[in-house]
């Protein structure tokens, strides 16, 4: 009877066991040190903020990062064009914000984005409600002056019918309540703000708007007048043939997104974009995915705690009229300190300088922009406090940390960098050239094979892949070797 052993000597003396005992033994990867944002710090947000990013990331078994953008993005929605933070000697910056976060499919950033924004919708249909009373007596009035005028014109009474005309401008015209808007062109985004007083906020689980911002549905140059304008408060004025003029005298747009990894990485790396200035107003972000760790269902969230958030976020939006914050002093110095300290990161080799086509000179406007934000949820009246502004700082720290990982900080080309996140997402240890052309086939930089090859060869110069033969055995073509993928990379 033939034993184990004998059975395992038996196997080691084929041509198989014997080719891969041939072998020399694989080297060890170098670590590689890329930039991480880490975890948000959602302690740097005032008490309320903090619960309920906490609490909804448990509740739907999501990164706490992609709650806390989430909330950033609703209080921005809730302001847009109403709040600003004055720093004195004519600087004034507005709060509204553009922020997108990057996340594969079954991350549950849909149930998440519409978690956090649910007060906006319900402020907007309980508006809705009590306007419709006060439309249709305004209607009726106007019908009444309407006719009153017809029949003054028709038996020639001129003073009346003047009288008539001039109470008819002057009647008032309540229309009904519009914020959000999940997708639209630049052009139609133009006309709806025109519509609404200037005020429009984009909110949206998919990254359609990204893509039309980059001119996918345009022949030409796509007019981001109103997106560009939207987000410093500037006025705009649009008149071209066979569309309706826009004018704004004073625009203003909050923006937030979820969009695929895939249509962030894109529009991070599309030039007209970065020329533009389109990139450089986002804050982006990439939270690490949840998925293999989640519990089929997480905790149900404080109601108490929901209602007051939802609450909070309601009497930003009833706010009648503009207002202003101003930091105290210790606010005030500590955000100039932070500002020095990013002039400083811009110079020669600094690890700001470079990014998103001028993101980083953006970066203190967008940390007063936070600031404002989070002096709205922390509810101190309309004086930033020193507390507010440094966590202001910290959470901004953050998105220039994230705003680094996703533009790499190696020299790679940028056909190299895209290969690389798709290597990453891939999450396979080794894969073969052929499967790599095939899931690159339909994006621009890869439309040829070459490409392919050749950011495949910058990878391995760099370390990040290597390439290995495999067997081959009989007649044709021996196989191309196949890629391995350094184990940080499947680690992020």
């Not at 008032?172 to 609404?196: C, H, S, V, Y």
């Not at 995915?289 to 930003?316: C, F, T």
Request: proline content about 7%; hydrophobic content about 40%.
């Amino acid at each position: 009877m033939t034993t184990e052993l004998e059975i395992y000597e038996q196997l080691l003396d084929t041509p198989e066991a014997q080719s891969l005992l041939s072998r020399e033994p694989e080297a060890p990867w170098e670590s590689l040190q890329r930039p991480s944002p880490g975890p948000y710090p959602l302690d740097a947000m005032p008490e309320l903020g903090e619960r309920i990013a906490r609490e909804a990331a448990k509740y739907l078994q999501v990164s706490p990062d992609m709650a806390a953008c989430f909330l950033i993005g609703t209080l921005s929605a809730a302001a847009v064009g109403k709040g600003s933070v004055d720093m004195g000697e004519g600087y004034v910056e507005p709060i509204q914000l553009y922020i997108a976060l990057g996340a594969d499919p079954s991350e549950r950033k849909s149930p998440c984005l519409k978690l956090l924004t649910q007060p906006l919708y319900d402020y907007t249909n309980e508006e809705n409600a009590r306007r419709v009373p006060i439309i249709k007596q305004e209607t009726s009035n106007r019908e009444i002056q309407e006719i009153a005028l017809k029949k003054a014109q028709h038996r020639g009474d001129v003073k009346e019918a003047a009288r008539l005309v001039a109470n008819l401008h002057e009647t008032p015209e309540t229309k009904p309540f519009e914020l959000i808007i999940t997708d639209a062109t630049p052009e139609a985004l133009g006309q709806a703000m025109a519509r609404n007083e200037g005020r429009m906020a984009v909110i949206s689980a998919e990254g359609a708007f990204l893509s039309v911002m980059a001119g996918c549905y345009s022949q030409g140059m796509t007019n981001l007048d109103a997106v560009l304008q939207g987000y410093s408060g500037e006025p705009v004025s649009v008149c071209r043939i066979g569309r309706p003029p826009v004018n704004i005298p004073k625009a203003a747009l909050s923006v937030c997104l979820a969009v695929q990894t895939e249509v962030m990485e894109e529009f991070i790396q599309d030039q007209q974009m970065r020329q533009r200035g389109a990139v450089a107003r986002f804050l982006l972000a990439q939270p690490e995915s949840a998925m293999g760790r989640r519990l089929v269902k997480g905790p149900r969230m404080d109601p108490e705690l929901y209602d007051k958030y939802a609450r909070r976020v309601k009497s930003i939006l009833s706010v009648p009229q503009p207002f202003a914050l101003t930091p105290d002093e210790g606010a005030r110095e500590a955000w100039e300190d932070w500002a020095w300290e990013i002039e400083r990161r811009l110079g020669p080799g600094g690890d700001l300088r470079g990014l998103g086509g001028g993101w980083e000179g953006k970066l203190a406007g967008n940390t007063l922009r936070l600031a404002g934000l989070m002096a709205l949820i922390d509810f101190s009246g309309l004086t930033i406090r020193e507390h507010v502004m440094r966590g202001a700082i910290r959470q901004a720290r953050w998105f220039a940390d994230s705003m680094k990982a996703l533009c790499g900080v190696s020299e790679l080309s940028q056909e190299a960098e895209e290969m690389l996140r798709y290597l990453a997402r891939r999450g396979e240890s080794r894969v073969s050239t052929a499967s790599v052309r095939c899931g690159l086939r339909g994006r621009k930089r890869f439309a040829k094979a070459q490409a392919s090859e050749n950011a495949l060869q910058e990878l391995a110069g760099a370390g990040l892949v290597r390439f290995r033969r495999q067997d081959f055995k009989g007649p044709g073509r021996p196989p191309k070797p196949m890629v391995l993928i350094h184990p940080e990379i499947l680690a992020r």
